[in-house]
T-cell receptor
Framework: KNQVEQSPQSLIILEGKNCTLQ??????????LRWYKQDTGRGPVSLTI?????NTKSNGRYTATLDADTKQSSLHITASQLSDSASYIC?????????????FGRGTSLIVHP | DTGVSQNPRHKITKRGQNVTFRCDPI?????LYWYRQTLGQGPEFLTY????????KSRLLSDRFSAERPKGSFSTLEIQRTEQGDSAMYLC???????????????FGEGSWLTVV
């Protein structure tokens, strides 16, 4: 069964600090991995996307890494801001019967305190 | 292009009533997904359309749920005889055709909140 596990479940940090969120997956065959940011009550917004051959990708203060051998990814947030408070969801897609079906993690809830 | 549009954004209904949500994807996105999300959980896949064809359907989608995309553009998700357990946010997402530069990115709508009382 395809699964995506994220840790920690929740995280509280002070504004300006860095943090790293983890994602482990058992999705096969692997197609790509995305990180999304979801503000409360809103739809998810894409941060990064990585394919098998990519092991790091940055989007401003967000840097995602991918280790396809260990099936792990991380999202590093640098110099956190209050607006970073949100749920961060790891999504891994596989190709099933010609269709890309994403498997979602439960998300890490990040709270940035002033 | 205003992105993926969903309506209504909020719906409160009595148990046993039918509800229908509509999703207008980004134009020229031939792939469309429906997800359900409850508080504290990630989105759960419900169904997937490529053009007007419903190619994948989750076991989560009981007989009371039906989705259509008759002309390969907008889609509707209908829930019949709603139950309190149906209370959730229903997310629609669309995606460009494969082989395009942005083909791997899924764009989400803002969701439709359903509360069954």
């Amino acid at each position: 069964k395809n699964q995506v596990e994220q840790s920690p479940q929740s995280l509280i940090i002070l504004e300006g600090k860095n943090c790293t969120l983890q994602c482990n997956y058992t999705v096969s065959p692997f197609s790509n991995l995305r990180w999304y940011k979801q503000d409360t009550g809103r739809g998810p917004v894409s941060l990064t996307i990585m394919t098998f051959s990519e092991n790091t990708k940055s989007n401003g203060r967000y840097t995602a890494t991918l280790d396809a051998d260990t099936k792990q990814s991380s999202l590093h947030i640098t110099a956190s801001q209050l607006s970073d408070s949100a749920s961060y969801i790891c999504v891994v897609s596989s190709m099933t019967g010609g269709s890309y079906i994403p498997t979602f993690g439960r998300g890490t809830s990040l709270i940035v305190h002033p | 292009d205003t992105g993926v549009s969903q309506n209504p954004r909020h719906k409160i209904t009595k148990r046993g009533q039918n509800v229908t949500f509509r999703c207008d994807p980004i134009s020229e996105h031939n792939r469309l997904y429906w997800y359900r999300q409850t508080l504290g959980q990630g989105p759960e896949f419900l169904t997937y359309f490529q053009n007007e064809a419903q190619l994948e359907k989750s076991r989560l989608l009981s007989d009371r749920f039906s989705a259509e995309r008759p002309k390969g553009s907008f889609s509707t998700l209908e829930i019949q005889r709603t139950e309190q357990g149906d209370s959730a946010m229903y997310l629609c997402a669309s995606r460009p055709p494969s082989g395009t530069v942005a083909g791997n990115t899924i764009y989400f709508g803002e969701g439709s909140w359903l509360t069954v009382v």
